[in-house]
């Protein structure tokens, strides 16, 4: 059975669904132990995910297996999540090409195949281009566009960790004195002329036979991977490492995710948003579900809620920030912007922002002007919004209605993902749709899940019947 840790803000609806699909949950927090009844479990993960920085999502590192399921298992239930994953593994050896050598920064780039890494050595000095190397990816940096590479090969495995030389070092975290004695001696045992032994936290608990077992088999990977790399031509995977993936929870992905987290425990609607929102809102919130815990009634906790935070959130006549995320990922900042109109109860914001540099409207092709001005209209819970262009003195340039997950209301900023796909209507009464090649091109990659293409062709058949 493969097993799985879970830890931020999510935890819950994802232990919720990852047991539901057949995984058992190791290392838990003793509150999820009590919400789901779990035994203790010490053993690796074989897929571990953990919160983003932002709250806006998780990320995950894992075998190719667990994290096939666990993906599927997202883009299954939920419509707008959007699921980037990284091109190179984690941990994985290749063989590379020297791309390009910067002797003054030390740093090479090498081609390995789904990406160019940088690898930065003071050998580089005598790095040639097209010389071969033999590279792994670090963690270090894990996502980035360009991975971090380094020659100092090692094989991760699940109690220890096969490191260059013969040297034995132990986890700090395992801290009895008897313990460390004895993996020392172990390791010295087991390391050989070219490797050596990093013991993992793991290994504290288990049996020396094992460890030996494990030890043995990580040296013939290692001999393996050694023996491939001289047959190989650059560039090439040797060993497959631990896949990477970074998810994206927008708006309805959050609503579901509240939902799965209701069959469990008290839950207030909102919550994995408000969670994203500071810790102010989040405060309130923990406090507010305590009440529910108490069987005070929803209706009132939600209004208790509202009156609370609601001071911490923009409103009419406030500055706001504008994220407008793209799928792969990179935040465009729009802003700032003047909230003119937000009804709550409707769901409805308008917004103006006033340009003070040249340009070009994207999609338009019409020329933007200083002091040229942009009013934004929309349905907080709708695919899509309208944003009319004007010069300054108020003749319109055009129209341009973009199409996006459901807009988020964040006390620093308004949030959404942007679909690429876009309408753009000009003044003349020209309608044209531009881009949509730009979100099937995201389906093939297995960013976003062919219902939330379908959403948005229907959103924009509807715009233009509407039109």
């Known amino acids: 059975m493969m097993k799985a840790r879970v830890r931020g803000v999510y935890t819950t609806a994802l232990t919720k669904l990852l047991l539901d699909q057949g995984f058992d949950i190791v290392q838990a927090s003793e509150t999820i132990k009590q919400r789901f009844r779990l035994n203790e479990n010490t053993d690796s993960p074989d897929l571990d995910v953990f919160e983003r920085r932002d709250s806006q999502g998780v990320r995950a590192l894992g075998k190719a297996e667990p994290m096939q399921l666990f993906t599927s298992l997202l883009q299954s239930c939920l419509d707008d999540v959007v699921v980037r994953k990284w091109a190179v593994t984690v941990d994985g050896v290749y063989r590379g090409l020297v791309k390009e050598v910067d002797t003054a920064t030390h740093e090479a780039l090498v ?35 360009q991975p971090i590479l380094t020659t100092e090969i090692k ?60 030890v043995s088999t990580l040296v013939e990977r290692a001999e393996s991977i050694m023996q ?68 005070y009634p929803q209706a009132d906790v939600n209004d208790l809620l509202r009156q609370t935070i609601e001071k911490e959130f923009p409103s009419d006549g406030s500055w706001i920030k504008i994220e407008h995320v793209k799928l792969d990922g990179k935040v465009f900042h729009l802003g700032p912007a003047f909230i003119e109109t937000f009804d709550q109860d409707k769901s409805y914001i308008r917004f103006r922002r006033v340009f003070k540099r040249p ?20 349905k907080m819970d709708e695919w899509y919004f309208k944003t009319q262009y004007f ?20 006390p620093y900023a308004i949030r959404y993902i942007d679909l690429e796909a876009d309408v753009c209507v000009w003044p003349d009464g020209r309608v044209e749709t531009l881009d ?14 062919e219902k939330l293409v379908t959403i948005v062709k229907e959103k924009i058949r509807e715009i233009i019947r509407a039109l």
Request: charged share 30%; no cysteine; hydrophobic share 35%.
């Open 111 to 145: 081609d390995i195949g789904p990406s160019v890494g940088v690898l930065n050595d003071p050998k580089t000095s005598g790095y040639t281009t097209e010389q071969q190397l033999l590279v792994q990816v670090e963690r270090f940096r894990l996502g980035s566009r």
């Open 359 to 378: 340009g070009v409207y994207d999609g338009l092709k019409t020329p933007k002007q200083p002091d040229d001005y942009a009013i934004t209209e929309a």
């Open 155 to 214: 094989i991760p495995g699940k109690n220890a960790i096969l490191i260059p030389g013969r040297q034995v070092k132990i986890s700090r975290k395992i801290m009895d004195w008897q313990t460390r004695t004895q993996l020392r001696q172990l390791g010295e045992d087991l390391a050989t002329e070219d490797w050596g032994v990093l013991w993992r936290t793991s290994a504290a608990n288990q049996l020396p036979d094992l460890l030996r077992n494990e």
């Open 228 to 295: 491939r790399a001289e047959g190989a031509e650059a560039p090439a995977m040797l060993w497959e490492g631990a896949h990477f993936v970074n998810v994206e929870f927008p708006a309805l992905s959050k609503s579901r995710l509240d939902e799965i987290r209701r069959k469990v425990t008290s839950t207030i609607d909102g919550h994995h948003r408000y969670k994203a929102s500071g810790q102010r809102v989040s405060t309130a919130l923990e406090m507010a579900e305590k009440l529910l815990e108490k069987d």
């Open 391 to 410: 010069s300054k003195e108020g003749q319109i340039k055009g129209t341009y209605i973009n199409l996006n997950t459901p807009m988020e209301l964040y």
């Open 436 to 449: 949509m090649e730009k979100l099937e091109e995201a389906l093939t990659k297995g960013l976003v899940t």
